[in-house]
């Protein structure tokens, strides 16, 4: 599986919009990029996931550029809510192989 | 919100013993998993399950064992808990098919402390 890395931990303040951003250099050609969500004390939650140019939900925004060598996890206006951990995940969900990294701590100020 | 449920969901027990985790669905799901998630090492993987009776490793599966005999039921054993096993344990439930990267929905969690 393609190891990811993101930054450890950003911060930002309400409103404002939040991108994230992971490198995985080693993606295969049928992985797929996902974005989990963790709340403390709470197991993590998927939020968006893609295989090519952008994709958008009702929570996030997803950009993959054309190397797909990287990816960007956008959230508009965050909220002091969004306040949680983020894991960029690639891979093909082979079977439960699913590789979660360190994640990046996002903290929301007011 | 998927429906895994864990049990227990604190559990303090003693270097030695043995103990099981359960893990509880009625999605149906065919596949399972135990995480265990530590501060610096995020979430890592136990054990998983792709069916009744079927189970593999994953990547920190020693000293654990898992057992699945009816499809919404998959336990997790510390056989002999030992203090290095304190986490928070993280089951989930997916369905997978050859090319088709499906989420998996994460239980609640139990926090285990071994003294």
């Known amino acids: 599986l393609a190891k990811t890395t993101q930054p450890i931990s950003m911060d930002s303040y309400e409103g404002q919009e939040v991108n994230i951003t992971c490198s995985h250099n080693?993606?295969?050609?049928?992985?797929?990029i996902t974005w989990y969500q963790q709340f403390p004390s709470q197991g993590p939650r998927f939020i968006i996931q893609?295989?090519?140019t952008k994709v958008t939900n009702e929570v996030a925004s997803l950009f993959i550029p054309a190397d797909r060598k990287s990816s960007t996890l956008s959230l508009p206006r965050v909220s002091l809510s969004d306040t949680a951990v983020y894991y960029c995940?690639?891979?093909?969900?082979?079977?439960?192989?699913?590789?979660f990294g360190q994640g990046t701590e996002l903290s929301v100020k007011p | 919100d998927a429906g895994i449920t864990q049990s227990p969901r604190h559990k303090v027990t003693e270097t030695g013993t043995p103990v099981t985790l359960r893990c509880h669905q009625t999605?149906?799901?065919?596949?399972m998993y135990w995480y265990r998630q530590d501060p610096g090492h995020g979430l890592r993987l136990i054990h998983y399950?792709?069916?009744?009776?079927?189970?593999d490793k994953g990547e920190v599966s020693d000293g654990y064992s898992v057992s699945r005999s009816k499809t919404e039921d998959f336990l997790l054993t510390l056989e002999s808990a030992t203090s290095s096993q304190t986490s928070v344990y993280f089951c989930?439930?997916?369905?997978?098919?050859?090319?088709?990267?499906?989420?998996?929905?994460f239980g609640p969690g139990t926090r285990l402390t071994v003294t």
């Open positions: 989930a439930i997916s369905e997978w098919d050859v090319g088709q990267p499906y989420e998996q929905y």
């Open positions: 080693n993606i295969a050609t049928n992985d797929y």
């Open positions: 893609g295989y090519k």
């Open positions: 995940l690639v891979g093909v969900n082979q079977g439960g192989k699913l590789i």
């Open positions: 999605e149906n799901h065919r596949y």
């Open positions: 399950s792709y069916g009744v009776k079927d189970t």
